[in-house]
């Protein structure tokens, strides 16, 4: 009787979901499970802590794929002041790791709550513009949007971690962009951002500014700033058409190529699947990109659309500059490579991502509060 119980469960979960975002996930995390075997010199303890931290992801993202859109309306004010807590609280109790202080110790998991406000930032913009929807509440919108975004970002920033700012940042302008903002007012604000580049270079830190300007020539440095875009560059190229073969990479296993595991992963793959492996990847990505689109399309209320366009665009943006500072075209920021990179956090943020996505696309109306 328990065991029917548990299996009728989970088919009504598995029911829910979007068949097609959940297989390609599950090949993209299969490609990213034998990644992670081979970067790491076939060590089954971090393997194994990949499945585990992806297994309670594909779960937690099967729960919100049949939570409705009106209850993700009302837990939108929830989710972001609870990262935003949690944020304060890493200024205080954060675990302090490689000079980035990003993690609370919960014992069992290290939690990174700046992954939460990927979901949280997007989530009460969209809830703001479904409240206040209209030509006449632009100028508050703005103000309120701007707010939003600032607070969690200037928390971020002091941790300090770019990458996961430029994410929120511009996850956050986008839901902006689509909520009804004008060109004017966006023009207004890109010239601002581009008359305060000075204050914001003068804000970075010394390696930070090094990765950028070591982008222009990256053997300035070799051994220093320039040396992970060079070995990262190496090593892709040195995959060819069909690549060296999985678990022959000698870019990792030589220890030449750094962060395997997480941030470099992609090239882990270009290595070992060459450009077929690579192409297949960016394939598979590009379909989820455009299922999310489409539903967000398709979305039966300002709050749907812009919630499942924002989640969609955070995906586009993981990929676009993991990939890029991978061979060699961005800044190194330090973002990993959704659904494929080790990380509990950043698994469960996306997998959350993905379930609200298939949330709105199988609630296609909104219940009135």
Known sequence: MILQTIKTSIFKLFKSCDLQILTISLILIIIGTAAIYSASSLDTTKTLLHIRNFSIAIFLMLLVSKVPISL??????????????????????????????????????????????????????????EKFEGPKFSALNLILGSVIIAVPLFFIVRQPDLGTSI?????????????????????????????????IWTSLHDYQQERVLILLDPSKDPRGAGYHTIQSSIAVGSGGISGKGWTEGTQSHLDFLP???????????????????????????????????????????????????????????????????????????????????????????????????????????????
């Open 259 to 369: 962060e395997t595991t997480t941030d470099f992963i992609f090239a882990v793959i270009g290595e070992e699947f060459g450009l077929l492996g690579c192409t297949t990847i960016i394939i598979l990505y590009l379909i989820i990109i455009g299922k999310g689109l489409a539903i967000s399309l398709n979305a039966p209320s300002n709050f749907g659309r812009l919630v499942s366009a924002s989640f969609t665009f955070i995906i586009f943006i993981y990929v676009f500059v993991n990939m890029g500072m991978v061979i060699g075209i961005l800044p190194i920021v330090g973002i990993p490579l959704p659904l494929i990179s080790y990380g509990g956090s950043s698994a469960v943020s996306i997998m959350i991502s993905l379930g609200v996505i298939m949330s709105i696309n199988n609630h296609r109306r909104l219940v009135p509060n």
């Open 167 to 199: 994410l929120i940042a511009s996850a956050g302008f986008f839901v902006l962009y689509l909520g009804g903002i004008s060109k004017k007012i966006i023009l207004f604000l890109l010239l601002i951002f581009i008359v305060s580049g000075p204050i």
């Open 72 to 129: 993700l309306l009302r837990l939108s004010i929830f989710v972001y002041f609870f990262g935003l807590l949690l944020l304060i609280l890493v200024e205080f109790f954060g675990t302090n790791i490689n000079g980035a202080k990003r993690w609370l110790d919960l014992g069992f998991f290290k939690l990174q709550p700046s992954e939460l406000m990927k979901i949280g930032v997007p989530f009460l913009l969209a809830w703001l513009y």
